[in-house]
Each structure stands twice: as structure tokens, then as C-alpha cells.
């Protein structure tokens, strides 16, 4: 683990504050108890979520826990054998493996019903509600905060000929 330390490290940060928060979350509120930290703009609320961002799939997400695996494996594997990385793209991946990990554990260890049917879910609470944003959690913010990473690494990694001609 020599090699890309900070993805490891932003790996790790961002599963341990994601599950550490999810666990406050279950352990003090009931299923869509909130809480206004600033009424009618920021809430814990705490909800689950049997889909995907912005509950997409959540008629039969039950192949997202193995979406999550595969897309955790493969960026442990990028990072593992893969070349050494530059900062902005070790923390890109890191955080969205963290983000992965973290919401793949939640698909395989946490239930909900729907439709009848018992599917793996993930616990949503941080809630905006100024822009009427859907509920989420820290593994979003994780997987989103490392996709901009990634996006300003590839921008920064464009070199000049390819910058002149528009590419």
C-alpha cells in the first residue's frame, strides 16, 4: 500500500465518516424523524433508499449491491496494480471507492420493503431543503466529491497541443 497512499487514505476516511454518520443516524432518529439544523433549509432526515442517487431504480435495485462490489474491486484493483497515480486522481478514486464501500455495505447489511419484497437499501439522512434536493448521505457526497477530483485532474492533465486545436 505503498503506492497511491491517498487513495487509500480517502478510501478510508470516506468509508469510516459515511458508516460512522449512518450509524449516529439509526442509532438516534426513527425511520423519517428529522431534525432542523436550519429550519426549512437544512434537516437530518433519516430515510432509506432501496435505489440510486435520487432513488433511481428503486422498483429493483437489488443488482445495485453488486454494482457496488464490482465498481469497489475494480478501483482497489486500478489502485493495487495499476500505475502510480497523480494526487487529484488517487483522491477521486479514493473517495469514490469510499463512497462505493460505503453504500455496498449498507445494500448487503441493511433491509427495507418494497412492493412487498425485502431489498437491500442504504440509509439516506443529510436533507436540503431550500432546493427540494433529494435526501442523501456521506457516500454521495463521497462518489460526487471524487468525481469533480477526477474532472480538474483530466483538465489539468490535457497537455498544451491538445488545449490549441479545442480537443
Known amino acids: 500500500m505503498k503506492k497511491n497512499r491517498l487513495f487509500w487514505f480517502a478510501a478510508a476516511i470516506g468509508l469510516i465518516l459515511d458508516q460512522l454518520t449512518k450509524y449516529w443516524v439509526v442509532q438516534n432518529f426513527e425511520l423519517k424523524e428529522t431534525l432542523p439544523l436550519w429550519q426549512g433549509v437544512f434537516h437530518f432526515t433519516y430515510f432509506t433508499n432501496p435505489g440510486a442517487a435520487f432513488s433511481l431504480f428503486s422498483e429493483d435495485g437489488s443488482w445495485l449491491r453488486w454494482l457496488s462490489l464490482a465498481v469497489s474491486l475494480g478501483l482497489i484493483g486500478l489502485a493495487w496494480f495499476g500505475p502510480k497515480l497523480i494526487r487529484l486522481e488517487q483522491l477521486g478514486y479514493g473517495f469514490i471507492l469510499g463512497g462505493a464501500l460505503g ?59 491538445s488545449r490549441e486545436r479545442g480537443q
Request: with cysteine; hydrophobic share 45%; glycine share 6%.
Open 103 to 161: 453504500n455496498g455495505i449498507d445494500r448487503f447489511f441493511n433491509s427495507c420493503l418494497v412492493d412487498n419484497q425485502t431489498v437491500g437499501c442504504v440509509v439516506d439522512f443529510l436533507d436540503f431543503r431550500l432546493i427540494n434536493f433529494p435526501v442523501f448521505n456521506v457516500a454521495d457526497v463521497c462518489i460526487n466529491l471524487g468525481i469533480v477530483c477526477l474532472l480538474i485532474a483530466s483538465f489539468k492533465h490535457q497537455s498544451p497541443k
